[in-house]
Nanobody, 123 residues
Framework: QVQLVESGGGLVQAGGSLRLSCAASGRTFNSAFMGWFRQAPGQEREFVAVISWGGGNTYYADSVKGRFTISRDSAKNTVYLQMNSLKPEDTAVYYC????????????????WGQGTQVTVSS
């Protein structure tokens, strides 16, 4: 299995920035895509962004386009999520995930998950 460890969450004021990291280990070669999801209290876990290890192709949820940037360092087996212009509605637990099969924006198609890191944006 793929082991994932997120870091970089914290408390930030609205308009600020955070950079999340996801360190991957294990059989990462079985996952062509890595993604970020988030879950706010009482809400469904939702897709945020995804990136391919090989070509670096990226896809974003409409809610974060233009503000968030997903990237990867394949040599380090690390995926990043740069979050700029943060809003209170971005407050959630952010999860890194390794894709398993199927479409790349559905949580059911990701087979491995990190423990999550809390992002809190205050107004």
């Amino acid at each position: 299995q793929v082991q994932l460890v997120e870091s970089g969450g914290g408390l930030v004021q609205a308009g600020g920035s955070l950079r999340l990291s996801c360190a991957a280990s294990g059989r990462t070669f079985n996952s062509a895509f890595m993604g970020w999801f988030r879950q706010a209290p009482g809400q469904e876990r939702e897709f945020v962004a995804v990136i391919s290890w090989g070509g670096g192709n990226t896809y974003y949820a409409d809610s974060v386009k233009g503000r968030f940037t997903i990237s990867r360092d394949s040599a380090k087996n690390t995926v990043y999520l740069q979050m700029n212009s943060l809003k209170p509605e971005d407050t959630a637990v952010y999860y890194c995930a390794a894709h398993s099969h199927g479409t790349i924006y559905e949580r059911e198609n990701f087979g491995s998950w990190g423990q999550g890191t809390q992002v809190t944006v205050s107004s």
